[in-house]
């Protein structure tokens, strides 16, 4: 069966009505591929490639490029293609109100099948696939439903349909390996599915993927491996093993690396290996066994499974790959790949030394279509999109004719018209960096006519200027009607003017209010020449075109004064909607109706829909000019719907951005609410209008001439193109002969219509190819134009800007340092004045202050610098801390890490020198680096242990239901007295003090309990001391240690360095302060000689002693002063100073007060002089000595630092052994602690399951008691002597088959013949309850009393109920802890089979470590092995011992000799007391049986049953029952007054009876002998009649008696069911502690009334 692709297939919407042909637009050619789109890529077989574009299927030839179309059936676009395993059909899903899935036959083309189903999808398919047979097909549609339906598609019908998730679903896939598992993934999820048989059919059941702690990520792609597992990229570039529903592992390349550097899609398993693409245009191959068997190093959410490639393939830089088709061929490598960037490709994926490159089959655009435009010359368009491309086609050929890359992607593009280039080859293309180029497009093959170099193809473009007018993106591009003028918009809100030429010329720039969407010149019929800007936001701006001549600026190129006209779009919608509204309510009818139904309008008034404005604005589309002054708009958002005619008001004064502007007419639009027009073109003649719709969209009206109203516009034509969904028509063109349209949209699909059939097209064009500008003169010479490749660079505005600003800059700068030179000379010369001041005499010399003008001038300097040096620190504070910490850190890496520099102090005597030692920074190694690296202990130890098991959840509790109890109402509370209140109070208080000595005593015994060892408990201690005896039983001289391991060495060889460390760095630290020391020494002999010398110049010469030598410090003593300058250093660099001529005074003769004077001066000079020199000596001999003593312990330290080298030489060796073994002891561990763990969860589940144990045991004991209470409380509601009492009983026992709560559907499907199968069962047993009719009481029972027994019969039944689970969950539990015990054995064995391996592999490792060699130094007389009284050359059978040790050894004997005596006496004492204990244990169990017996016994005897006594002992005063019992006194005390009065009442009555009784008496005795006459008259009337009559009368007679009879029979039977009543309700109330109620009078006279009449009646008989 197939149906006719003729019927099928959407077709143009026409206005009903219209003339307009049905094939008005023939589809050309596509020239776009929507490479975004996910799956947009399959293989029909080796030649035929199938994709989607927009409403269309296309088939691609990949050897002819030759395209077939297929228009989607519902017009609403298409959401999946897939084709059949066996090639020979292709599907096709629907996008729509509940679209269609249409199978086709290849290569035919004809539809097969057609899956229709409202259970398919809602709005669209989002992804389609058929099972490994193709026999089955599965769907997924989109939002908002995202069903999961699988189809029996030649039959069509669904097989299952169910919900997948609530959120995106990207794919659908059947399991190759198992056709009854599925697998979807989308947006932050991926679903494992499963098809289960039932008795009501298929069905699928499907579980969620965990992840865990691995971050949540949209998954694009998975594969299904043979075992059921699935491996699945990531957003982050790794791979996800999936067991289960939980992540096995995560896959990641070495060293941390990803697998692919973003997204990454596993698409293929080949040949062992596992082949995945990503986002970075790399193919890559993996070992599948590894992947298989992968498994994370740790719980850890940063553990990751590194594995390498096997095999990459690179396919380019710029490649996003997102989707793989293999080849149809067999045995075939070849794959064709989807490029997100925009391109096809061919990979050979054999991965030989032979493989060729990659091969890029076809190239398009990628993503959004930002400009488009046709040539006005020739069969020629240019487009632009943000992958940084501009690409010419050849709609006439059908075919690309070349492509130029720039750095940053295009936004805008115009082809200049005949009056700028004659030659119809001038491009104007704008970037989203603000840059426009100019580009011309030419011929190459002319060029080689006149160069003679080979061409590069059949078109070029050439790069003809570059400019920047924007900072951001350029949104529109227009020239001026005469071809003077390009302007340029942009989302900066700016508009720059250009002036054409062979170089455009900048002029200048407006400021619009809003971001600018399109520009349009006024045409050539508008007198004046203007330029109409239109903002996205809503606001329409007039421009008059500029004069260039007129605006000059030197500053900038900001047009304020151009004049300007200002619209803003004000929403009238909802106004329209409004009168829309009245209108169909009938509000404009004629005015006499109106005054008749006013009351009548007014109430359907109310409900009229209020106006609306959208804020913020709707945006504004498009525009273009009707008449001067007067334009269309075409909005979208809340506007959107409608063509709004426009003009500029007449008062242009108010603020822009203030204006409300209403349109002043409009047009309505059919079916455009929710799809407004994006873009408009007029045909040349402007007798059609093309309109590209926001849902993709074309529409064509046809228009009247000269009409610019657009009144005609009312027909339409109407066809789907692009994508309903996301494919907004933006772009809309028509050729230069109104031969071709041109479409463009948001879906990257670019495609081309005739206006005529392929024939008549042929006929009138007359060529096959369009006409390609030939180059211009000149330019094989030109040099290439400089291009603005730097996003960054200024702007043509903001480079003008600069330019003045460094002119600016320049000039201040030159003033500067106009001023700096006069400041420089006032310097000089005032530096010069103070040197001639200072060398006048002192005398005569001026003072700095007197130097100075103003003290003021001072002091005011002063404070501005010292507010500037804070500014500037303030300024400078962030640069100088990170310069400061960049410092640090160099010093840290470079300088500090070299530890302290070798510095050597040498003595100033002698010739001892001691220097520090080269300290290498101490680093902290890191623990579990390495492959040496082990767990302390095993995992399972070092966890804690799990908590004891807690209750069942609430799913599990037994729920205690209250028993049924007949509801009291409760009087009103009584007022207790003064005694009644302290009898409750000090109830209370017992009660408070029992309750607290009863928990006082449960925390002793729950800590005497605590305290209890358990049976198989023994102490640790003793169990340390067995096990270090077993480990050294063998040889004593074994060490008593930890086991060795590789981190014990290396924390001592840590340990070993960090000591040496610290010695070198105390002796450092001497050496150091020593340094110190001498440097402050030397500066102080320094100054002792100049004071020497000072003293020396007041003695004579003869009185001079000889200076000593000073020290001086040496290059070694100081090393850090090599990186550091002097002041000294700098004066050497400065200028040298004029230094002052010492004034020559003459030498007076001195008097002999003088002399004398002098003569005591010279010997306190000479006493200070050698004062001085015995000073100086005695501090070099100190310095001297603490230098001998430093350089004899730092000798001592270098013996000592040698022994530790040693040590650490050994210790490096023992590591080196150890880490050899590592591997076999990391696996042997790993092995020891997977068994720990196992041991400790099995150990753990087993106390959790026998906790559990034990509470379901608790619980059931729990429901057998309430079931006993059940009954009880049954017993005492039925009384004594109940008539009823068997009846209700077995009401009570009945059993009722009841419908189980809680079962899902599933449950309930599944045990629908088992639950028949029991009723079946069952019935028999029920039989004889069958006859028992429980719904109706019966007659004589008290109802209240029935409906109390059948309550109780459902609380029975309940807790059967809840038994029956119970005990169900208990069997479940001792076979779930059978097979734990099982499981805990297997897992000991293998512990400890896992330790003795383990206790193998450390002998094994101790052995070697104890063969190697340990280098001791030791002293001869330390030696005492001596053979003939010499020490022997050989000494490797001698023992390196301490004395101590030795000594040690030797009274260990000993002391193990008394310890052995002793512990044997220990244990001799402790067996007698186990036995004791064990004897006082007896007894006392027995004496506890005993008082328990007794216990209950008087608890029996005095409450009649067991109690218990906690609870008796915590019983306060009961404030309820206090007042109860003070009621009942009350009541008594009344109903006592009551029974009294009711006494009086009934003796009067009895006497008023006896009374009675007397003269009924009197009356029947008159009765009597009325009678015996009567009877003789009788007996004489009865001689006279006959026979017959006499029997009559006595029968009659008779009769009467017997009624009389059987009245007071019923009366005494009544009378005897009410006392028997009476005594069980006094024997009910006196047994539950109540009141007897006063009798009823109503009853009471009731009977008085029944049994009176019967007297009388006998009376009167």
Not at 307 to 324: D, K, Q, R, T
Not at 598 to 613: A, H, S, T, V, W
Not at 1211 to 1240: F, H, P, T, W, Y
Request: aromatic letters at 6%.
């Amino acid at each position: 069966m197939y149906y006719n692709y003729e019927d099928l297939h959407s077709r143009p919407i026409i206005t009903p009505g219209c003339e307009i042909p049905a094939n008005l637009l023939q589809l050309s050619h596509s020239f776009g591929y929507d490479s975004k789109r996910r799956s947009n890529l399959k293989l029909l077989d080796d030649r035929i490639l199938l994709f989607i574009a927009g409403n269309l299927l296309v088939l691609l030839d990949v050897p002819t490029k030759e395209q077939r179309y297929l228009r989607s059936c519902s017009g609403g676009g298409i959401g999946a293609v897939t084709v059949h395993p066996s090639g020979g059909y292709f599907v096709v899903a629907e996008k729509g109100n509940q679209p269609d899935i249409v199978v086709y036959e290849y290569p035919t083309l004809r539809p097969y099948r057609i899956l229709r189903g409202k259970c398919g999808t809602e709005r669209e398919y989002s992804f389609v696939d058929f099972n490994s047979d193709g026999s089955v097909l599965a769907s997924v549609g989109g939002a908002p439903d995202y069903m999961l339906t699988l189809w029996d598609w030649r039959q069509e019908e669904v097989m299952i349909s169910c919900k997948a998730v609530s959120q995106e679903v990207y794919r659908v896939t059947f399991s190759p390996h198992d056709p009854g598992l599925l697998t979807t993934s989308g947006s932050g999820h991926i679903k494992f599915w499963k098809m289960i048989s039932t008795f009501t059919g298929l069905k699928l059941r499907g579980v969620m993927g965990h992840f865990g702690k691995t971050a949540a990520t949209d998954i694009e792609g998975y594969v299904e491996l043979p075992d059921g597992k699935v491996l699945s990229g990531t957003e982050w570039g790794n791979l996800l093993l999936w067991d289960g529903n939980t992540i096995k592992a995560e896959i990641c390349r070495k060293v941390g690396q990803t697998c692919h550097v973003g997204t990454v899609q596993p698409f293929a398993l080949e040949d062992g290996q596992l082949l995945t693409i990503g986002s970075d245009g790399v193919v890559r191959g993996w070992d599948f066994d590894r992947i298989n068997e992968a498994k994370s190093a740790s719980d850890s959410a940063s553990s990751r499974f590194e594995l390498a490639p096997i095999n990459e393939l690179m396919i380019g830089h710029n490649v996003c790959l997102s989707s793989m088709v293999r080849s149809s061929l067999p045995d075939s490598f070849l794959w064709f790949a989807q490029d997100s960037n925009g391109a096809i490709w061919k990979l050979d994926l054999s991965f030989t030394n032979t493989t060729p490159d990659p091969e890029c089959l076809f190239s398009f655009h990628a993503g959004v279509i930002q400009g488009l435009d046709v040539s006005k010359k020739s069969h020629l368009v240019a487009t632009t999109t943000l992958d940084r491309s501009v690409k010419v086609f050849d709609f006439l050929a059908k075919q690309d004719l070349t492509t130029s890359h720039f750095n940053q992607g295009g936004t805008a593009l115009i082809w200049a018209p005949p009056l700028v280039n004659q030659s119809g080859g001038l491009l104007v293309t704008g970037f989203e960096d603000g840059v426009v180029r100019i580009l011309e497009l030419y011929n190459p093959q002319s060029l080689h006519e006149l160069t003679g170099r080979k061409p590069g193809g059949d078109a070029k473009l050439r790069l003809k200027q570059a400019l920047k007018p924007h900072n951001t993106s350029v949104t529109a591009v227009a020239y001026e009607r005469n071809g003077e003028i390009l302007a340029t918009g942009s989302t900066d809100c700016t508009v720059f003017f250009f002036v054409v030429g062979e170089k455009y010329r900048p002029v200048g720039f407006i400021q619009v209010p809003g971001p600018v969407q399109s520009l349009e010149w006024s045409p050539h019929s508008h007198s004046d020449n203007r330029l109409l800007v239109l903002c996205q936001n809503g606001h329409v701006v007039e421009v008059h075109s500029p004069d260039p001549k007129a605006h000059k600026s030197d500053k900038t190129f900001l047009m304020a004064e151009l004049p300007r006209r200002s619209f803003r779009f004000m929403s009238i919608k909802s106004h329209l909607k409004w009168q829309e509204e009245l209108t169909r309510g009938g509000v404009e009818k004629d005015t006499k109706r109106m005054e008749r139904e006013k009351q009548l309008n007014d109430d359907k008034e109310e409900d009229l829909p209020p106006i609306y404005i959208p804020d913020p604005p709707s945006p504004l589309y498009c525009g273009f000019y009707s008449q001067p002054g007067q334009f269309w708009l075409s909005m979208g958002g809340f506007d959107s719907g409608y063509l709004y005619h426009c003009k500029f008001s007449e008062n242009q004064d108010e603020d822009p951005d203030k204006r409300r502007d209403k349109p002043f007419d409009f047009l309505p639009i059919h079916n455009a609410d929710e799809d407004p027009i994006r873009s408009i073109t007029f045909s040349s003649d402007r007798k059609l209008l093309y309109c590209g719709m926001h849902s993709g969209a074309i529409r064509v009206y046809p228009l009247e001439p000269h009409d610019h109203n657009l009144t005609s516009m009312q027909a339409y034509w109407s066809l789907n193109i692009h994508d309903n969904h996301y494919g907004h028509l933006r772009h809309i063109r028509c050729s230069y002969d109104d031969l071709f349209v041109l479409t463009a949209g948001d879906d990257g699909n670019i495609f081309s219509f005739s206006l005529l059939s392929p024939e008549e097209l042929q006929k009138n064009l007359q060529r096959e190819r369009a006409e390609i500008p030939s180059p211009r003169a000149g330019l094989e010479s030109e040099t290439l134009s400089l291009d603005i490749e730097d996003p960054a660079a200024y702007s043509i505005e903001m480079a003008k800007k600069k330019l003045e600003n460094d002119q600016l800059r320049r000039e201040a700068e030159l003033r500067v340092a106009e001023k700096q030179r006069k400041l420089a000379g006032l310097q000089k010369r005032f530096k010069q004045v103070l040197n001639d001041n200072e060398s006048l005499p002192e005398h005569v010399r001026l003072k700095p202050e007197e130097l100075q003008l103003d003290s003021h001038f001072y002091e005011q300097a002063e404070k501005l610098k010292a507010e500037k040096m804070m500014e500037v620190r303030r300024q400078f504070a962030w640069e100088q801390e990170r310069i400061s910490i960049a410092l640090r850190k160099l010093q840290n890496g470079f300088k500090d890490s070299l530890g302290a520099t070798v510095v050597t102090v040498v003595a100033i005597r002698s010739n001892h020198r001691v220097s520090t030692y080269s300290v290498a920074l101490f680093a902290q190694p890191r623990s579990g680096d390495g492959p040496g690296s082990l767990p302390s202990q095993p995992s399972g130890e070092r966890d804690c242990k799990k908590p004891k098991a807690e209750p069942p959840r609430e799913g599990n509790k037994v729920e205690k239901k209250d028993i049924f109890r007949p509801t009291l109402t409760r009087p009103k509370r009584v007022k207790l007295g003064d005694r009644q209140e302290e009898r409750l109070r000090k109830a209370a208080q017992r009660a408070k003090l029992a309750q607290a000595k009863i928990e006082k005593r449960k925390e002793e015994w729950a800590q005497i309990y605590a305290e209890k060892p358990k049976e198989d408990y023994e102490d640790p201690q003793d169990l340390q001391a067995i096990r270090e005896a077993r480990e050294n039983i063998v040889d004593y001289l074994v060490v008593k240690a930890q086991r060795v391991t590789t981190e014990m060495k290396k924390e001592e060889l840590l340990a070993l360095e960090k000591n040496n460390r610290e010695k070198q760095v105390e002796i450092n630290g001497r050496i150091w302060s020593l340094r110190d020391s001498k440097v402050r020494l030397v500066s102080s002999l320094h100054a002792q000689v100049q004071q020497l010398q000072k003293v020396q110049q007041r003695l004579a010469a003869h009185l001079h002693r000889p200076t000593p030598t000073l020290p001086t410090m040496l290059p070694e003593e100081t090393p850090e002063e090599r990186l550091q300058c002097s002041p000294a250093t700098l004066e050497r660099y400065r200028v040298l100073r004029d230094h002052r001529e010492e004034e020559e005074f003459e030498v007076a003769e001195l008097s002999e007060v003088e002399e004398e004077l002098q003569r005591e001066e010279e010997t306190r000079l000479l006493r200070e002089q050698d004062s001085l020199l015995e000073q100086m000596e005695s501090l070099v001999q100190q310095f001297d000595t603490e230098l001998k003593q430093l350089h004899s312990q730092k000798l001592r330290l270098d013996y000592q630092l040698k022994l530790a080298d040693l040590r650490v030489l050994t210790v490096r060796q023992e590591i080196l052994l150890l880490k050899q073994s590592d591997g076999r002891k990391e696996a042997v561990q790993e092995k020891l602690n997977e068994c720990v763990e196992e041991e400790s969860s099995i150990t753990s589940k087993l106390e959790e399951c026998n906790q559990q144990l034990e509470l379901k045991m608790g619980e059931v004991i729990e429901l057998e008691r309430r079931e006993k209470s059940l009954a009880a409380e049954f017993q005492a509601s039925l009384g004594e002597n109940n008539k009823f009492e068997e009846f209700l009983t077995k009401v009570f026992r009945k059993k009722v088959k009841r419908v189980k709560k809680d079962q899902t559907t599933n449950e309930e499907d599944d045990s629908e013949e088992e639950s028949d199968d029991e009723w079946d069962d069952s019935f028999d047993s029920d039989t004889e309850q069958d006859v028992l009719d429980d719904s109706v009481c019966p007659a004589g029972c008290e109802p209240e009393l029935f409906e109390n027994t059948l309550q109780l019969r459902e609380s029975r039944l309940d807790l059967e109920e809840l038994m029956v689970e119970e005990k169900n969950r208990i069997e479940a539990l001792k076979r779930e802890i059978d097979a734990l015990i099982k499981k805990e054995k297997l897992a000991k064995s293998n512990r400890k089979a896992a330790e003795d391996d383990l206790e193998i592999i450390n002998k094994e490792t101790q052995q070697k470590l104890n063969q190697l060699d340990v280098m001791v130094p030791l002293r001869l007389h330390q030696i005492e092995f001596v053979v003939n009284g010499a020490v022997p050359s050989d000494l490797s059978e001698a023992l390196v011992l301490k004395d101590t040790e030795l000594n040690r050894l030797q009274d260990c004997i000993q002391q193990l000799q008394e310890e052995k005596l002793h512990e044997k006496d220990l244990y001799r004492q402790a067996k007698q007391q186990h036995a004791k204990l064990i004897c006082d244990c007896r007894d006392m169990t027995a004496k506890i049986q005993v008082l328990e017996e007794q216990c209950n016994e008087l608890m029996m005897t005095k409450f009649g049953r067991l109690v218990d006594l906690e609870s008796l002992q915590t019983l306060s005063g009961n404030r309820r029952l206090e007042e109860l019992k003070h009621e009942k006194l009350f009541k008594e005390e009344t109903y006592a007054k009551e029974i009294q009065e009711w006494d009086r009442r009934v003796e009067e009555a009895r006497q008023a009876l006896m009374e009675v009784t007397h003269c009924n008496t009197e009356h029947l005795r008159c009765t009597t002998d009325m009678l015996e006459q009567k009877n003789k008259l009788e007996f004489q009337v009865t001689a006279r009649q006959k026979k017959m009559g006499r029997q009559q009368f006595q029968d009659y007679s008779r009769c009467v008696d017997q009624e009389e009879i059987g009245k007071l029979q019923e009366l005494v039977k009544v009378q005897s069911q009410d006392v028997e009543v009476l005594r069980r309700e006094i024997h009910l109330l006196s047994s539950q502690g109540g009141h007897v109620l006063p009798p009823d009078l109503d009853w009471l006279y009731g009977h008085a009334a029944q049994s009176s009449p019967s007297v009388n009646t006998q009376s009167g008989e």
